[in-house]
């Protein structure tokens, strides 16, 4: 994946930003890459984003990392237990998600954070290859409409849904999937969303506080189940 050229427009745009850098960056060799997913293998919550930022996951090579929208998630996802620390810098800094993967739409930084059609089309079978190998998933938060969007869209690639119709993007939104899944919307953290107030650390956080009732109601259904099984043979 790391290696994928199929959008000839992100091969360019990510290689340039690497080249030229930020002044702020200069002593940075940037990754200038796909960025690959991050977190736990073992995770019941699938945080799915737009793309990479260009001196932010292009930079350091780890999703929300060394940008604004990190700074603003990290110390939520920590907060609520799903990350070791609040503060993202490198993929050295000590970072691990606990129950949580983070991944993107788009793997590649695109001109002005917007991929065309095309390039996310291009993007949908490595998100597919990497929800495969997250076998104990049951809740993905998408982060903005292009992150709702790839998940939908992906569903539908799985025969698990026809249509996007019935799912609206808004913040807040909650949909049980005919999979038993849960998607969950939120405004993406992005610092036009942020610096606006449009989206508060309070709104955020009240997401990942719901995916953790979520994946936490999923643990006791099963241990109610289990013991009303251990119940009824002890009865007989």
């Excluded at 977190?39 to 990392?65: K, M, W, Y």
């Excluded at 990290?74 to 070791?84: C, D, K, M």
């Excluded at 005919?178 to 919307?185: A, D, F, K, N, Q």
Aim: glycine content about 8%; hydrophobic content about 35%.
């Amino acid at each position: 994946m790391v290696r994928c050229t199929l959008c000839p427009r992100l091969v360019a745009y990510r290689e340039e930003i690497g080249r030229v850098k930020r002044r702020a960056y200069m002593d940075w060799e940037y990754w200038a890459r796909p960025v690959p997913g991050f977190g736990d293998r073992q995770a019941r919550v699938l945080i799915l984003g737009l793309a990479p930022g260009a001196h932010g996951s292009n930079r350091t090579g780890r999703p929300f990392t060394g940008d604004g929208s990190g700074d603003f998630m990290y110390p939520v996802l920590h907060q609520t237990g799903f990350a070791s620390q609040p503060v993202a810098i490198s993929r050295k800094d000590g970072m691990y998600l606990t129950d949580a993967y983070i991944t993107a739409a788009v793997r590649c930084a695109p001109p002005a954070n917007k991929p065309d059609p095309e390039e996310i089309a291009n993007c949908a079978h490595f998100l597919d290859s990497e929800i495969a190998l997250l076998p104990k998933l049951k809740v993905v938060v998408a982060l903005g409409r292009i992150g709702f969007d790839a998940y939908l869209n992906h569903l539908r690639r799985a025969e698990i849904i026809s249509s996007r119709a019935p799912y609206e993007f808004r913040h807040g939104a909650e949909y049980k999937m005919p999979s038993g899944m849960v998607l969950l919307g939120t405004y993406h953290p992005s610092l036009q969303n942020t610096n606006t107030g449009k989206l508060t650390s309070a709104m955020f956080r009240r997401v990942f506080m719901r995916a953790k009732e979520l994946i936490h109601h999923g643990d006791t259904e099963s241990r109610r189940k289990t013991l009303g099984g251990e119940t009824s043979k002890d009865t007989k």
